[in-house]
């Protein structure tokens, strides 16, 4: 939440200011294309949900010290990502565009790694035919409830991230259309933004 404390989030980012109070992820989704089950060539679509990597219910165990500092990466990697955005807006600078130099060339010690390495690690599992063609992050809010506060809605917070640490679901995607930088999303009561596309080269 450090970034947030110094930002006055500008443009759609509202959600993520003043600052904000609750739960925060990271997910990806990646597209990939490839033959099908009938052989035609066909498009994919996977998310992973990687920050955090354990529910908060989740009981200590060996791995929790590697969980620790994997989070504690992609915690930072967000902050550094968020006041680069913050310095661009206060230098007059536009919204950043996907394999933008100027832009990408402040994150390489941030979020860019983070991006490669699940990128890699999600296209080593694809099978040799298949190819990798976008990776996008998308940033995830969920605000803090009152104690008092029951939600409503059957697609609760907790539903929806019982399905994400389930594991990797990949899906066909007939029709794959990119989404721009800050598209936001609805998912229970998280709110997402996609902060970053990487297009293989």
């Not at 915690?75 to 310095?87: D, G, P």
């Not at 990128?119 to 694809?126: D, F, N």
Request: aromatic letters at 12%.
């Amino acid at each position: 939440m450090r970034y947030a404390r110094l930002t006055g989030i500008v443009q759609n980012w509202s959600m993520f200011g003043n600052p904000p109070t609750g739960s925060e992820y990271l997910r990806f989704r990646y597209y990939s294309t490839g033959p099908g089950p009938s052989g035609a060539s066909s498009s994919f679509v996977a998310t992973e949900l990687v920050f955090p990597q354990s529910p908060d219910t989740e009981i200590p165990e060996f791995k929790a010290y590697w969980r620790a500092h994997r989070d504690k990466a992609i915690s930072n990697a967000l902050i550094s990502y968020f006041l680069e955005r913050v310095r661009r807006k206060q230098a007059g600078l536009p919204p950043p565009i996907p394999g933008d130099p100027a832009f990408e060339d402040p994150l390489k010690q941030g979020l860019v790694p983070v991006v490669h390495y699940f990128s890699e690690t999600y296209a080593k599992r694809l099978d040799p035919a298949r190819r990798l063609i976008r990776t996008e992050a998308w940033y995830g809010l969920a605000q803090s409830r009152a104690p008092d506060e029951v939600a409503i809605s059957p697609r609760s917070r907790a539903a929806v991230l019982e399905r994400y640490y389930r594991g990797l679901r990949e899906e066909p995607a007939s029709d794959p259309r990119f989404r721009s930088i800050d598209t936001l999303e609805d998912e229970a009561d998280i709110l997402w933004m996609l902060i970053y596309a990487q297009t293989p080269s």
